[in-house]
Nanobody, 124 residues
């Protein structure tokens, strides 16, 4: 069992920034951030592996940065240039298999442990 607790969500104006944190009881082979907007399916945002290699989904490429602090077991998501369409519940998730092991990086079905989420709202 891996426990994950997200924090850092809140409200921001378009063009603004937020940083999400996820405190993990342990780090695993692949760790990621996902989001789910009302009425939509959960989608991948970014993943990072033990070696710090990262992948981003196209909508956030160049605006979001995933990182981790191995000493503290904290996963981060720095979100810049926020847009209203970034509004969603954001979740961190981990899995013991390597990122992309199943031929996809952002399929929620391939991640076994999840946090409870933190809400991000972007509006003017």
């Amino acid at each position: 069992q891996v426990n994950l607790v997200e924090s850092g969500g809140g409200s921001a104006q378009p063009g603004g920034s937020l940083t999400l944190s996820c405190a993990a009881s342990e780090f695993t082979a692949c760790m990621g951030w996902f989001r789910q907007a009302p009425g939509k399916e959960r989608e991948g945002v970014a993943v990072i592996d033990r070696d710090g290699r990262t992948r981003y989904d196209d909508p956030v490429q160049g605006r979001f940065t995933i990182s981790k602090d191995d000493a503290k077991n904290i996963l981060y998501l720095q979100m810049n240039s926020l847009k209203p369409e970034d509004t969603a519940m954001y979740y961190c998730a981990v899995d013991f298999t390597s990122c992309g092991h199943y031929g996809t990086y952002f399929d929620p079905e391939t991640f076994i442990y999840w946090g409870h989420g933190t809400q991000v709202t972007v509006s003017s």
